[in-house]
């Protein structure tokens, strides 16, 4: 016969299984839940949309010809790599794109350029949208003495005419890193950003749901984060486009007139020599001009369709419409197996 002792011990070791399989449970739901909700909806109303397809396909163009490049699967940009000068494009297997005036393949010229830009681009984005979300919701939500030092800060940044401050930054500190590079071309860009999503958050403030959230007790930052947020990023993730085309084409032009450093890894170079080398007005040389020019449009075009695919995920129209789509196929599908349908 078990002991008391014996028995309650084995009761306690049962509750703690218990317990611990509820727990086991519960965090197995919760990550299902964060899956399908935060992954798997957003993806498919992406995905749904041909804008978003699109541009992820012309995107992810540019990131294989960056992993080719870092790991040396086609030839490095060096002159006299072909004896035909000015081979035009789609003349020849070895040369797709054609080669310049010094025999370089152009190919290999762009390929080389495009880790380069997509890191300086992406550094671009992220810094100005980044510290405009972060200043314009701050100032918005709080308010009072907080929004009028941030707002005074951001008003000094807007007075400062943006292309004469990158000219002389850029003279001044001669950057080679791309990283560098992307933050110093947007470096006032946040400015008027931060005061557009400020203006927004100013109305959202108001709304009953976010003053229900301040009547319950939750914290500044929890608001911000679930109430304030989803609604401005539609607007955020344009203006993330925006700032990463604008660096794009920044970047270029500076490159172009001379006031960046003068290197290989850029596509504004190539259009400079190609430029001086009568590119504009001879046949000749028109495809050297019109390769970088196509890279620049081509990667500018595939963020804008990228993000216009993306407002999906964030109208709330949409995602409740596919929500209540999917419960509905969910529902049919346990009926039919239920009466064994299927």
Known sequence: MPTEEGSDASSNDLDWRSVASDEEISSRDRAAEFYQHSIKEPALVAWADSRTRLGLVILSAYVLMALVDVFGLWRDASPNQSTDRLLPPFQSLEFPLGTTQSGVDLLALIIDSTPFILLMVLAGG??????????????????????????????????????????????????????????????????????????????????????????????????????????????????????????????????????????????????????????????????????????IVGLAFGLILLSQGMDRIFNPRVRTRFSGESESIEEADDDATNTGLI
């Open 126 to 295: 992220v810094w100005a949208t980044s510290l405009a979300v972060i200043v314009g919701t701050v100032s918005g939500y709080k308010g009072g003495r907080v929004d009028t030092v941030i707002t005074s800060v951001s008003d000094f940044f807007m007075a400062i005419p943006g292309l004469p401050l990158v000219i002389v930054l850029a003279i001044t500190l001669s950057p080679e890193n791309p990283i560098l590079l992307g933050v110093i071309l947007t470096i006032n860009y946040w400015a008027g950003l931060g005061r557009s999503i400020r203006s927004q958050v100013l109305s959202i403030r108001e709304e009953s749901y976010v003053e229900a959230s301040r009547t319950m007790g939750t914290g500044t930052f929890r608001i911000i984060r679930k109430d304030v947020l989803p609604n401005i990023m539609p607007y955020v993730m344009i203006n993330f486009v925006l700032a990463a085309r604008y660096t794009i084409f920044a970047s270029v032009g500076l490159y172009f007139i001379g006031v960046l450093p003068y290197t290989g890894q850029n596509w504004g170079v190539t259009l400079n020599n190609a430029y001086n080398q009568g590119g504009l007005f001879t046949t000749e040389a028109l495809h050297w001009l019109l390769v970088p020019i196509v890279a």
